[in-house]
């Protein structure tokens, strides 16, 4: 399938993690700008997503995500989207059941499913029924937690509930230790650990052709994309917070155009600008792919996971105060700059997609430059990104 699609080398999302990063996808706005920095922020309500503008142009809009504790209309990311279903939505379009709506009983209700069925068994069967009923021309957005962590690329077996109650036991904590520099896991956990990851995408690109199978290529956009990576012990981390490096805002992006040859494009791209792509291809309009000099990117880490690591870490209360509150970052195609608001800084050399710490005055204050740039061209922009039809 890339083989005849647009396969993007050098694309990047602005967030390590999925709020800001979706509501960057589906406004073509940075999070400072959307307002989706963490669940303590709000999306801004005046922010159109580009469901709206696909809406607004006659298209029938769907979303099923696997991922609702953050794509939900609590949070913003449903506008645009005359029907949604989330993992309750799954298990009452197929089986008929309707889950209990006390957090606890529905999180373990939803544990059950999961294991029992797989929800990605549960994702086909409601995608094969929109399909039938829907009318052209429409949009679906499809969002899949197969690689999320934790890692588990057999959700109907044994082994995999006996591996959540065993090798997970500890596995968050353990996780969140990374994150002030301590190495829990083991070279073996680690070695598992990314062996599981690695089945979890084989399985994420056998669920993508049975989707792809049951559309019509030649008449559908099809984009495949990923809102962060995941820190596999790359870096001594695990997860994706508290970390701009590029195992989690390099991400990938394939575009498949209907009667338009494939093409691997090397420059730079921000995930912020396939917005933009989408309402191109509304207008009949694709001419350009939004290349950049340098890309760019902004977050601040989750207050609930900042403040379970607190206290978890009492003991190393000086470590945590000095984890960043924001950080940025901009890249070029062979250096990288991250900036934290406790005024320590990164800076990166790129040599064969690994990044490697270097200490360079001249370079770096080159880059601090280019941030600064950057940032007062976000503050004083305004909101100029409307369509017409």
């Not at 960057?24 to 309500?45: D, I, L, M, V």
């Not at 609702?68 to 309750?88: A, C, M, Q, V």
């Not at 995608?127 to 899949?144: Q, R, T």
């Not at 197969?146 to 065993?166: A, D, G, K, Q, T």
Request: some cysteine; overall charge positive.
């Amino acid at each position: 399938f890339s083989k005849i699609s647009l396969k993007f080398n050098n694309a990047f999302t602005p967030s390590p993690w999925t709020y800001p990063s979706i509501a960057t996808f589906f406004t073509g706005k940075y999070p400072s700008q959307h307002g989706a920095w963490n669940e303590e922020f709000t999306f801004n309500r005046n922010n159109k997503t580009f469901a709206q503008y696909l809406k607004m142009g006659g298209y029938n809009t769907f979303m099923i995500t696997q991922n609702d504790p953050w794509i939900n209309s609590y949070y913003g990311l449903t506008k645009g989207f005359e029907h949604y279903y989330d993992r309750d939505d799954l298990m009452k379009e197929v089986i008929g059941f309707v889950p209990p709506y006390k957090f606890k009983i529905n999180k373990l209700t939803k544990n059950f499913f999961e294991h029992h069925f797989g929800f990605g068994y549960l994702t086909k069967k409601t995608y094969d029924n929109v399909l039938k009923n829907i009318e052209s021309p429409w949009f679906i957005y499809l969002h899949l937690l197969n690689n999320h962590s934790p890692y588990e690329p057999y959700p109907l077996s044994f082994v995999s509930i006996i591996r959540r109650l065993v090798f997970y036991k500890n596995y968050f904590d353990k996780r969140r230790l990374t994150w002030i520099n301590k190495t829990p896991f083991s070279d073996s956990e680690l070695k598992v650990l990314n062996k599981l990851y690695d089945k979890t995408l084989i399985q994420v690109d056998k669920e993508l052709r049975y989707y792809l199978s049951k559309i019509n290529l030649d008449n559908t956009i099809v984009i495949i994309t990923a809102d962060h990576g995941d820190n596999l012990g790359d870096h001594g981390l695990l997860g994706h917070q508290f970390s701009l490096h590029d195992t989690l805002v390099k991400v990938p992006l394939i575009i498949y155009v209907p009667d338009k040859e494939g093409e691997e494009i090397d420059s730079l791209f921000e995930t912020k600008d396939i917005c933009r792509l989408i309402i191109d291809f509304l207008n009949d309009d694709f001419k350009h792919y939004f290349p950049k000099d340098y890309v760019y990117g902004e977050y601040i880490p989750m207050v609930e996971t900042y403040q379970k690591l607190k206290n978890r870490a009492k003991n190393s209360q000086k470590t945590v105060e000095n984890l960043p509150n924001k950080s940025q970052y901009v890249r070029t195609k062979n250096l990288k700059l991250v900036y934290h608001d406790n005024k320590k800084s990164e800076l990166y050399e790129i040599k064969n997609n690994q990044e490697r710490e270097i200490e360079n005055s001249n370079l770096r204050e080159d880059l601090e430059v280019l941030l600064k740039v950057k940032e007062k061209r976000i503050k004083d922009s305004k909101d100029k990104f409307k369509v017409d039809f």
